[in-house]
């Protein structure tokens, strides 16, 4: 779904929820934005948030003109804004600002990114430095904020254990099914040791992933040195010959996926066999067809190959 449609579906549902909130105009008070921020990073719902301001909640859910909001940001400074708070950890939440236009009205759309780095919190209160704040409120530090359904934990309050308790397990990929561990690991690229000797990567946080080079014969090895596609052409010596390999991701020694790896370049390189598909070019004269090759980051094979 196209995002202007999903943000669409979220006005016209005319209720907030748990991984969205509707404001009619921008903060006054920083501390507010930067309270319903990290209370949407900290979402348990496992999923993009949305900010979506321009929106009159208490009105029926009226449009309402951003054209001379004096507080309304840009996404240069939403980065700068979020640049200089004390987060733990040294890490932010990653939030982007987008402006569509609905029934001639503009709608501003924050887009706080689910990722694994909860929970966020500060190390530092924060309190807005604006003059004409009478009583702004303040961020306290190493308090947990997230938001429930459509509520977020209270500015002056922390959230409750079991919700702090799955943040913390989010972090450490610990509330995932094994095979969503694998590409959460896979990831994580500096973690990942070879074992020259036998022949296998293990993964230093939890040892029992592992991603093994089959050993083959001699035979199945004169097999698969025939093998051969485009790219094994562009980093081989003349009189190379073509290595391909099956490589196995196990967890506790059990098979999770198995694949193909390629040496090139005499075996000084090697990588994780690309995908591959067809695709048409319809013209006016004839169907043309073609073959490309792809890695795509978002699944195992694309992920190991960065490895």
């Known amino acids: 779904m196209k995002f202007e449609d999903k943000i669409l579906n979220l006005i016209y549902s005319k209720s907030e929820g748990g ?30 948030c949305y900010i979506i301001i321009g929106i009159d909640e208490n009105n029926d859910f009226e449009y309402y003109s951003l054209n001379d909001d004096p507080n309304r940001k840009n996404n240069n400074e939403l980065s700068t ?10 890490i932010r939440p990653s939030v982007s600002l987008k402006t569509i236009t609905v029934e001639g009205h503009e709608i501003d759309v924050l887009t706080i990114r689910n990722d694994i780095h909860t929970p966020y919190f500060l190390t530092e209160d924060y309190t807005s430095k604006k003059k004409d704040i009478q009583k702004p ?11 429930i359904n459509d509520t977020n934990t209270p500015i002056n309050r922390t959230a409750d254990v079991d919700k702090i308790e799955y943040l ?21 690229i500096e973690n990942w040791v070879y074992d020259d000797e036998r022949a296998i990567l293990y993964y230093r946080m939890e040892p029992m992933f592992t991603i ?11 097999c698969q040195s025939k093998r051969s596609e485009f790219y094994d052409q562009l980093m081989i010596k003349k009189g190379d010959g073509f290595t391909w390999e099956e490589f196995e991701i196990k967890y506790a020694n ?14 000084r390189y090697m990588i994780a066999v690309p995908q591959h598909k067809i695709i048409s070019n319809k013209s006016v004269r004839r169907d043309e067809m073609y ?9 195992l094979q694309g992920l190991v190959n960065k490895i």
């Open 19 to 48: 991984y969205w909130d509707f404001k009619r105009s921008w903060h006054v008070d920083d501390g507010c934005l930067l309270h319903d921020i990290i209370c949407l990073a900290n979402n348990i719902e496992n999923r993009d």
């Open 81 to 90: 804004f979020l640049r200089d708070k004390k987060f733990f950890g040294g």
């Open 137 to 147: 409120k303040v961020v306290l530090k190493q308090n947990i904020y997230t938001r």
């Open 168 to 188: 913390w397990r989010k972090r450490f990929g610990i509330h995932l099914s094994v095979e969503e561990k694998v590409k959460l690991y896979l990831s994580d």
């Open 212 to 222: 093994e080079i089959k050993r083959v014969d001699y035979e199945e090895k004169k």
């Open 254 to 267: 059990i098979v999770i996926y198995t694949h193909w790896v390629d040496y090139l370049d005499g075996g």
């Open 291 to 299: 073959g490309i090759y792809y890695y795509d980051n978002s699944n």
